[in-house]
């Protein structure tokens, strides 16, 4: 057994440190009784416990398995023992973490204040309750450029047009994946992986191109919301179930012969079912649309009868493939490209990828291009020592050392490989505040509505981008060519479940 270390005589040795050596002295004493026999059962009940230096002359205890009646005891006169304890429960048993923890420090040293922003300020998008966060984040992108070609004070594409679409897509993806899956086990973990969440309001940044480059862009006001698509969790559940009895009924019909092209067809009415759910919630995506505004100095403007790719290549005009996505994934090599199996939305589209680079790389890209008064696309674990209502985000913005008296150790590689963190959110990077050539803080849009920090924007702090940023989009033109020479490689293949694809759920 491995063994606990305390001083002998120490006077600050806690009421568990005295249960553990009477135990020990108890069982020395029969041990000395029992002749030398030592029972199988009595020797499986112990388990192992750090080692614990106090200084001095030390001694040794063993402890059982079970959390025992004495070192609940134990626990709560220690804890009884701190006044500062009383304090701590009494301010957050009645408020959260967030609220009673936070930093005034932190906020007031990081100001929402830039030495380098975009010079249009955007209407600040709501994706309300729904999990569509990519597709905001990548249409308020393309629109900075579109506002200021045709001198606009405001404009928002529709989301609600390319999540229609995604949901057909991901149907069929899925779809897909079971037919190449027909033979895995049904409770192997990829299939039940598959199975999860098979159409998550989530995606990727090479997903959002896959869709614009095959279905195109509309206004908002082309194709607005409706409440599945501000809502999505009812639409979302049904589909959901509709899937997983496809893939048992597409299993079934595998193991009783049929063919490819018979499931295929099978497939077909499937997606039609899929398709009928979606124009019912969402009403028909439109194949022509006029838009009409005005422009700053109230001129008016119309373009009639574009088709939603005739409107991203006239009037958006900008090529989304000609972008590439860094991560910065201290699991793995650097300089190397890394894609997620079964990551994806549209079947033929070009695979997900990433280039892995240092922070240091990420971050020094990210702010080139707000320099030069371009938005960057970023995805990151938003829960994170994050403040809601000050739109901070700083690692020592909540102060849990103060009220818990412990910090946390766990490195950002090790996070991602404990499941301590993975990417939730994606937002825009809209500023950067730099002092004495150093990067202090960043600005960020969020699509959470004005209600949300700081009239829908947020300061970032750099070292929380250190921490809990993995992945941003450049455009091509933005790199030098040796990053630009990793995408000629092979790309590592990252199991489906790893954090780098958890964006997409």
Not at 6 to 14: E, M, Q, V, Y
Not at 149 to 154: G, M, N, P
Not at 278 to 306: A, C, N, Q
Not at 405 to 414: R, S
Request: proline share 4%; charged share 25%; net charge neutral.
């Amino acid at each position: 057994m491995t063994v606990l270390h305390l001083t002998k005589g120490s006077a600050n040795i806690s009421s568990y440190a005295h249960h553990m050596l009477t135990i020990q002295q108890s069982e020395q004493n029969n041990m000395v009784s029992s002749s030398h026999s030592t029972s199988a059962a009595a020797a499986s009940a112990v388990d192992s416990v750090p080692q614990k230096e106090s200084g001095g002359s030390s001694v040794s205890f063993k402890t059982t398995r079970d959390l025992t009646p004495s070192q609940l005891k134990s626990y709560r006169s220690d804890f009884d023992a701190d006044i500062k304890n009383k304090l701590a429960t009494l301010t957050i048993s009645r408020e959260s973490y967030t609220n009673a923890l936070e930093s005034r420090d932190v906020y007031l040293k990081h100001p929402p204040v830039f030495s380098n922003k975009l010079a249009i300020d955007a209407p600040i998008t709501d994706q309300k309750s729904s999990g569509r966060c990519w597709l905001f984040a990548g249409l308020n992108m393309l629109r900075q450029h579109m506002m200021k070609e045709y001198s606009l004070e405001e404009l928002e594409l529709s989301q609600p047009y390319l999540f229609f679409y995604d949901k057909l897509e991901k149907s069929n993806w899925f779809l897909e994946n079971v037919l190449i899956t027909l033979d895995e086990d049904l409770d192997g973990r990829v299939v039940q992986f598959l199975l999860k969440d098979p159409i998550g309001d989530g995606g990727q940044w090479d997903m959002f191109v896959a869709l614009i480059e095959k279905y195109g862009v509309v206004t908002k006001e082309a194709y607005p919301e409706t409440y599945h698509t501000s809502s999505t969790g009812q639409m979302d559940q049904l589909i959901t179930s509709k899937l997983r009895e496809y893939a048992k009924s597409l299993r079934a019909l595998h193991a009783k012969g049929k063919s490819a092209d018979e499931l295929r067809n099978k497939k077909s009415h499937m997606l039609e079912e899929i398709h009928r759910i979606m124009s019912i919630s969402l009403g028909h995506p439109p194949v022509k649309f006029t838009w009409t505004f005005y422009d700053k100095d109230k001129k008016f403007h119309e373009f009639r009868d574009i088709s939603p790719l005739q409107f991203y290549k006239d009037h958006v005009k900008q090529d989304c493939k000609e972008t590439v996505s860094l991560i910065n994934d201290p699991r793995n090599e650097y300089m190397k490209k890394y894609t997620v199996k079964y990551l994806g939305n549209v079947v033929g589209a070009e695979q997900v990828h990433y280039i892995n680079l240092s922070i240091d790389e990420v971050k020094k890209y990210a702010a080139k291009v707000i320099k030069s008064g371009r938005p960057v696309w970023f995805g990151c674990d938003v829960g994170k020592f994050h403040s809601r209502n000050k739109g901070m985000m700083d690692p020592e913005l909540i102060d849990y050392k103060a009220a818990f008296d412990f910090n946390f150790g766990l490195t950002k590689a090790e996070r991602l490989q404990y499941g301590e963190s993975l990417m939730t959110h994606a937002m825009l990077l809209t500023g950067v505040h730099i002092e004495d050539d150093k990067i202090v803080r960043w600005r960020i849009e969020n699509s959470w509505g004005e209600s949300y920090g700081n009239k829908g924007y947020l300061t970032m702090t750099d070292r929380w981008f250190d921490e809990f940023v993995y992945q941003i989009v450049l455009e091509k033109d933005d790199l030098p060519k040796e990053i630009l020479d990793v995408l000629d490689q092979k790309a590592v293949v990252l199991p489906p479940w790893d954090p780098m694809g958890a964006l997409a759920k």
